[in-house]
Structure formats: C-alpha cells, structure tokens
C-alpha cells in the first residue's frame, strides 16, 4: 500500500487548506497531525465506503474528511484554522478490525509521508 499525502502550506489563522492523500488499497483511511515536541494524534478517520466517519474533538466542526474511492483519493478539509494547527499532517490506513475507526495510531500499518500545514497568526 503506498499513500502520498499533499496540500500542506502556510496560511493565516482563520484561512483553509485542502490535504489529499492517493492511496492505492481497499482500507480504512486515518488523518493524524504531529506538532513539534508533541506526540502523534488523530484528527479522525473515515470508512472503506465513506459511510462512518469520526473526528477529534480538537477539529469538530472545522475539519472534514470525504473520499473518492473511483479516483483512490481522500481529502482532509480544513476550515477557521488556528495556529495550533500547525503541524506535520498523515495520512495512514488501517487494514485491521473491519468497521474499525481508530484514533491509536499503531494501529495503523501504512503511513504517507507528511505535509506541514503551518497557520500563521
């Protein structure tokens, strides 16, 4: 499984960004973010079919995930961003517990390569 994260830059606090990820499996698809000093957490994940998503309570109401599984892609919609926002941004997928939702990073066996999304105040 190989996954390509982009659409990370530098916007001011209040802007958006658009962060895709191209995948290429059939699986549960999770966006994580890492700050410097601070450890790995999830902004939320999506289902195989688009139909159960959840998110962190940090992004509740500002982020939105969707997927396009004819063009293999998913998409993390980012709205009223804040400089705590900034960080490295992941895609990953999980292949485990089919229905699985996870915010655990570990349990997530395939991880794009990051894009840093930087809010300036």
């Known amino acids: 499984v190989q996954l390509q994260a982009s659409g990370g830059g530098l916007v001011q606090a209040g802007g958006s960004l658009r962060l895709s990820c191209a995948h290429s499996?059939?699986?549960?698809m999770g966006w994580f973010r890492q700050a410097p000093g601070k450890e790995r957490e999830s902004s939320g994940a999506?289902?195989?079919?688009?139909?159960?998503?959840s998110y962190a309570d940090s992004v509740k109401g500002r982020f939105t995930i969707s997927r396009d599984n004819a063009k293999n892609t998913v998409h993390l919609q980012m709205n009223s961003l804040k400089p705590d926002d900034t960080a490295v941004y992941y895609c990953?997928?999980?292949?485990?517990?089919?229905?699985?939702?996870?915010?655990?990073?570990?349990?997530?066996?395939?991880w794009g390569q990051g894009t840093l999304v930087t809010v300036s105040s």
């Open positions: 999506i289902s195989w079919s688009g139909g159960r998503i």
């Open positions: 990953a997928a999980d292949r485990g517990t089919i229905g699985r939702l996870s915010v655990i990073p570990s349990q997530y066996e395939y």
């Open positions: 499996g059939r699986y549960a």
